[in-house]
């Protein structure tokens, strides 16, 4: 997949981490595939100096998501954890700036843009178009985009580089940020 950058884009690559993989605590089903379609998106992103941003669930161990402090997900991306960090073959970019989320004990935080600066960064840079993919699709990748519009940046989703909690709600995700404005590509 070819990209055409062009300056004052941006890159976010949701939570790709060992626990959204196979064998992890939460895991994508083919959530290990996204690696190589993104990686040369990366490299190319590199090449082009436009900013990558890496986000990640950094969750303390009594976060409130985790089903036995009463939320809906099993205990996973636990701070300090194998599971918290990137998927090994992930290509992390010399200038990647990360973008650490899940931190918080009063709530979840599935956009890379919740109460993380994110939206304020990208608008002092200047900011204009916002390239998104990684995992899930359906939860954090969505947010994310919808995020992305909310706060006034063209955004394009990198279809291929995403994978999907379930087939359905992949499929759900997909129309409702096509219609918020979200371009699939």
Known sequence: MNIVFEPKDALILVDIQV?????????IEKGDEVVPVLNPIIEQAEKQDIYIFYSRDFHPRLHPSFKENGGPWPTHCVQDTEGAKFHPDLKIAKKAIIVTKGTRFDKDQYSAFDDTGLASIFKKLGIKRVFVAGLALDVCVKE???DSIKNGFQTFLIKQGSMPVSKESGEQALVEMKNKGVIII
């Open 19 to 27: 626990d959204f993989c196979p064998g992890g605590k939460l895991p």
């Open 144 to 146: 994310t985009a919808l």
